[in-house]
């Protein structure tokens, strides 16, 4: 199989895509700047957009991966989801230009040109027909389900698999406990993690974490997290984020003072943290968020409610985003970033009375999967917060917002890095069940329907784990805000969508809660809410920088 083919029918889709954006941004746009009730009017396509682009994106990085050492099967495997991803971006182009009729119809044509050419009927055929899946099961068969790993420096590469062994002789043998039983992440799990250093992956060497001082190194987080979702998304792959997050608030805008004081802690795991950003009203309306917090003397009060605040019970330190002024026209400006301490808790209900004044509520909210860290409600009811534990000090009022924002896309690409982790384990454990399972008297996997669904999965985790490291390598240059996006939007369908096979492969014993496949699925289904939920990145993220981008181009282009 030749991917030269393949290549030039990317360069034409990503023409088509150029003008599929520019044609959303003159729907949404007056005098070249978008229109925030025209954005709202095409939010349809604003969201096929933004899925094309990270269809279209997955699909150039797995076909760029290639190289003369790839496997037969890398190569298939990668051809596979170009093929797959453009028959959806073709899809969802077509619909694009047939609701912007006035800016498509000649888009329209060109697309319909494309997607009945001789060329791309061709490379359908070779990587996606009958025939075709059923040479790509037998070698992914043959091999039993292993795919090459993404290369990565090889620091990154001991790291991974000194974790991935970690995870599975350690945290996969209670994962089901944690998961049927509804428990909390025990010390037996963190005691290892923190002497391991998972805490302080995004730290700068210098505050006592393993990051260079001088640059991020994501694509280390990117493998230390995976490896552990793998064996549990909930009791061990997860617990990076909130640090990462706390702690680039510090670095980015917290005192001296506040950065000496709780960067080492917090890159030792002592304290544990939790994000308390989202309220009972409001969900990703972050401007519209009101727990209020009032000035007194010597520091604030704070009233008012949060909610799924992950971590919230275990959590010795809680970073809050609160409203310090009180005119709410200010919108997100009006936030700041308030550090609460509390003691921590196992259970899934506490009242903390302070010392100083007020009390703390939470109560866990039950949930269908993502078991062993919970999610809380809490109540503050005039809980005081001492005046040096707002972040910044007297400047940072005003900019919590901003110093949340700093931490999510870190957050984002770990979200994508915990789907790589759920979906390694799921299509693992569907490989193992189709070959040890008899139907008929043969192997499940001796049938071409299942090996054509396994090569589709393990396409689909492919492309999702080779974007992750490569926009990774992005950030770690300082760009990559969108990207990340991209990918996490991507990654936590995919991990939906090949949970969801897997446990289909597994029949009627998927269903069953003794069968890990089952908790994988229920995992997964987490993934495309928090962190960004999938529409506000579409829409807020991915399609309005893709027109921006556009609208600017244009002007651009017309004054040159």
Not at 406 to 435: F, H, P
Request: charged share 20%; with cysteine.
């Amino acid at each position: 199989m030749n991917n030269k083919s393949a290549l030039n029918a990317l360069v034409q889709l990503r023409f088509l895509f150029s003008k599929a954006t520019h044609a959303c941004a003159q729907s949404c746009s007056i005098k070249g700047q978008l229109n925030a009730q025209l954005l709202d009017l095409h939010q349809p396509s604003s969201y096929e957009l933004a899925w094309c682009a990270a269809e279209l994106l997955a699909a150039e990085t797995a076909v760029s991966s290639l190289h003369a050492k790839s496997s037969e099967l890398d190569i298939r495997l990668a051809l596979l989801f170009m093929v797959d991803a453009t028959t959806s971006i073709i899809t969802r182009m077509e619909s694009l230009f047939i609701d912007l009729s006035d800016a498509g119809k000649q888009s329209l044509s060109a697309l319909h040109a494309f997607s009945t050419s001789i060329e791309w009927i061709e490379l359908r055929r070779s990587a996606a027909s009958e025939s075709a899946l059923a040479t790509t099961g037998n070698l992914f068969v043959l091999g039993n389900g292993e795919i090459t790993d993404v290369v990565v420096p090889e620091p990154t590469a001991m790291a991974r698999e000194s974790f991935r062994r970690f995870a599975s002789e350690v945290v996969a043998p209670i994962a089901e406990e944690i998961h049927r039983q509804d428990l909390t992440v025990p010390e037996s799990l963190l005691k290892p993690m923190r002497e391991m250093g998972v805490f302080g992956l995004s730290i700068p060497a210098r505050f006592g974490g393993s990051s260079p001082d001088d640059r991020d190194d994501t694509q280390l987080m990117v493998a230390v997290t995976e490896a552990l979702s793998e064996a549990s998304l909930a009791a061990a792959g997860s617990l990076i984020t909130r640090p990462e997050i706390l702690s680039r608030a510090l670095l980015i805008g917290g005192t001296p003072e506040q950065q000496a004081h709780w960067i080492p802690r917090i890159a030792c795991g002592d304290p544990l943290c939790a994000i308390a950003m989202t309220e009972p009203d409001y969900g990703s309306d972050v401007a519209g968020l009101s727990l209020k917090a009032t000035r007194v003397v010597g520091g604030w009060v704070v009233n008012g409610a949060k909610t799924w605040c992950t971590f919230a019970g275990k959590a010795g330190l809680l970073m809050v985003v609160a409203r310090t002024d009180p005119d709410r026209s200010l919108g997100h400006k009006g936030l700041s970033l308030l550090l609460i301490e509390k003691p921590s808790f196992d259970g899934h209900e506490f009242d903390f009375q302070s010392h100083t004044g007020g009390r703390l509520r939470g109560k866990a909210i039950p949930t269908i999967g993502y078991r062993g860290m919970h999610s809380f409600d809490l109540s503050f009811h005039d809980f005081f917060v001492p005046e040096q534990n707002i972040i910044g000090g007297e400047g940072g009022l005003g900019k919590g917002f901003y110093l949340t924002m700093a931490g999510m896309m870190g957050g984002r690409m770990q979200t994508a890095a915990r789907s790589s982790g759920v979906m390694r384990a799921a299509l693992k454990a569907a490989v193992r069940y189709a070959i040890d399972r008899k139907v008929f008297g043969a192997p499940l996997s001796d049938y071409s329907l299942t090996r054509a669904k396994l090569v589709r999965m393990a396409a689909r985790f492919s492309a999702c784990r080779q974007l992750a490291y490569a926009i990774a390598v992005v950030m770690d240059s300082g760009g990559g805000r969108m990207e990340a996006s991209l990918v996490k939007l991507l990654a936590c369908r995919s991990a939906e969508i090949i949970t969801r096979d897997a446990l289909q492969i597994h029949g009627g014993m998927g269903y069953a809660e003794e069968s890990a496949v089952s908790r994988y699925f229920v995992d997964a289904r987490v993934l495309s809410i928090f962190e960004g939920a999938e529409e506000t990145l579409a829409l807020k993220v991915v399609a309005r920088s893709l027109m921006e981008q556009s609208l600017q181009i244009k002007t651009e282009t017309s004054r040159g």
